[in-house]
């Protein structure tokens, strides 16, 4: 089946620092999205993004494609954006309709 | 709008009891999904539903059996539980290979 790494796997950074966090992906997608698990466990869909560049406030992701990677940006960062943060995608002609995980990177947001 | 509803929050069973994980979605949302999350793991999904009255294995399916009577409901079942079934279980659902919108989780603890 199709891998998903994801980099870095931890981040530790100052309360208004900017990060950029990574997936790759093994095989071509039709279905890449973006999570958000929250210290207390919920899961929070950030982006439906299998191509393309989107924004929603001080999160912006890219995904190509073609090169089987996507990027998610934060910006000026708080306290509230610690968690985990999940890339998922879901294998063109895979066969099965659920998304992959990759393993998530730990943000660690200090004030 | 209550989006995704799981019930039990939290359940302790002793080797070889059965249970049924209940998820119901109000969004009228055609695909529904099981996932377990285990410690330092993305998600894994477990089984999955297209539509009313049909159900596919996923990534690790052994050990669950799945029914999708109604197009709201997802039961997710274990028929003799396990020590190795001790997780946490998240439910979703979406659109067509959509964005997937997920509920609070089920902590399972198998003694």
């Known amino acids: 089946g199709i891998q998903v790494e994801q980099s870095p796997p931890d981040l530790i950074l100052q309360e208004g620092a900017n990060s950029t966090l990574r997936c790759n992906f093994s095989?071509?997608?039709?279905?890449l999205q973006w999570f958000h698990q929250n210290p207390w466990g919920q899961l929070i869909n950030l982006f439906y993004?299998?191509?393309g560049t989107k924004q929603n406030g001080r999160l912006s992701a890219t995904t190509v494609a073609t090169e089987r990677y996507s990027l998610l940006y934060i910006s000026s960062s708080q306290t509230t954006d610690s968690g985990v943060y999940f890339c998922?995608?879901?294998?063109?002609?895979?066969?099965?309709?659920?998304?992959?995980f990759g393993k998530g990177t730990h943000l660690i947001i200090q004030p | 709008n209550a989006g995704v509803t799981q019930t039990p929050k939290f359940r302790v069973l002793k080797t070889g009891q059965s249970m049924t994980l209940l998820c119901a979605q109000d969004?009228?949302?055609?695909?529904m999904y099981w996932y377990r999350q285990d410690p330092g793991m993305g998600l894994r999904l477990i089984h999955y539903?297209?539509?009313?009255?049909?159900?596919a294995k996923g990534e690790v399916p052994d050990g669950y059996n799945v029914s999708r009577l109604k197009k709201q409901n997802f039961l997710l079942g274990l028929e003799s539980a396990a020590p190795s079934q001790t997780s946490v279980y998240f439910c979703?659902?979406?659109?067509?290979?959509?964005?997937?919108?997920f509920g609070a989780g089920t902590r399972l603890s198998v003694l």
């Open positions: 979703a659902s979406s659109y067509i290979q959509g964005k997937q919108y």
């Open positions: 095989d071509s997608v039709n279905n």
């Open positions: 993004i299998p191509s």
């Open positions: 998922a995608v879901c294998e063109t002609g895979g066969g099965a309709d659920g998304l992959t």
């Open positions: 969004m009228n949302h055609e695909y």
């Open positions: 539903s297209v539509g009313e009255g049909t159900t």
